[in-house]
């Protein structure tokens, strides 16, 4: 089992920056592919950024050229460093693990095993 647990949320105003982490516990996440999801109210849950075991990474349209996903394999964490935010990126947003089995990176939540508890972002025009 893979627990993880998201930090580096809270409130910034628009055209301002947050990094998140996302910490992994448990057994060791190098071979999963890892995923940033974010859900804002009334919306379903959308991929935001995802990063292989190898570093290569994707990104939703709209966080492509403003959110930088990265991980470090020794730490067993994640981040999402989101740069030039607007209010429409205000969501809690959430780490998730693959089970490690995926040969593509996927993109939909429902291809994730494993999920942190979430982390509030609100971006302040």
């Known amino acids: 089992q893979v627990q993880l647990v998201e930090s580096g949320g809270g409130l910034v105003q628009a055209g301002g920056s947050l990094r998140l982490s996302c910490a992994a516990s448990g057994r060791t996440i190098s071979r999963n592919y890892m995923a940033w999801f974010r859900q804002a109210p009334g919306k379903e849950r959308e991929f935001a950024a995802g990063i292989s075991w190898s570093g290569t990474s994707a990104y939703a349209s709209s966080a492509k050229g403003r959110f930088t996903i990265s991980r470090d394999n020794a730490k067993n964490t994640v981040y999402l460093q989101m740069n030039s935010l607007k209010p429409e990126d205000t969501a809690v947003y959430y780490c998730?693990?693959?089970?490690?089995?995926?040969?593509?990176?996927?993109?939909?939540?429902?291809?994730?095993?494993?999920w942190g508890q979430g982390t509030q972002v609100t971006v302040s025009s």
């Open positions: 998730a693990a693959d089970s490690g089995t995926a040969r593509i990176m996927p993109s939909t939540p429902a291809r994730y095993d494993y």
